[in-house]
Nanobody, 126 residues
Framework: QVHLEESGGGSVQPGGSLRLSCVASEYTYSTYGYYCMGWFRQAPGKKREGVAI???????MYADSVKDRFTVSKDKTKYTLYLQMDSLKPEDTAVYYC?????????????????WGQGTQVTVAS
């Protein structure tokens, strides 16, 4: 069965850094390893939005709001997806979700049958 588990969230001051990790089960990686994976986030009272994705060929896409600050990567040997977040801002505060996108590989839509982790809280505050 598909299983994604995030970790690495927490509280940090503006300008700080965090690295999120998303470990996929071996089944998930063996079945969907070449698919698109990424990170979405949802702040209180706001719609969920795409942050960054990486497809099977390594193509990356970022939301404009995080370009040049966030980096998405993956380690195939560890079945793990990462999101390195630098120069964090208060507006980055949200629950961050790891997602396996099976229909459309973009940060602009999560339409279709996708698989989600449980989410990890990121709080940026002084």
């Amino acid at each position: 069965q598909v299983h994604l588990e995030e970790s690495g969230g927490g509280s940090v001051q503006p300008g700080g850094s965090l690295r999120l990790s998303c470990v996929a089960s071996e089944y998930t990686y063996s079945t969907y390893g070449y698919y698109c994976m990424g990170w979405f986030r949802q702040a209180p009272g706001k719609k969920r939005e795409g942050v960054a994705i990486i497809d099977g060929s390594g193509r990356r896409m970022y939301a404009d709001s995080v370009k040049d600050r966030f980096t998405v990567s993956k380690d195939k040997t560890k079945y793990t997806l990462y999101l390195q977040m630098d120069s964090l801002k208060p507006e980055d505060t949200a629950v961050y979700y790891c997602v396996l996108l099976t229909t459309v590989c973009t940060v602009h839509s999560d339409a279709g049958r996708n698989y989600w982790g449980q989410g990890t809280q990121v709080t940026v505050a002084s």
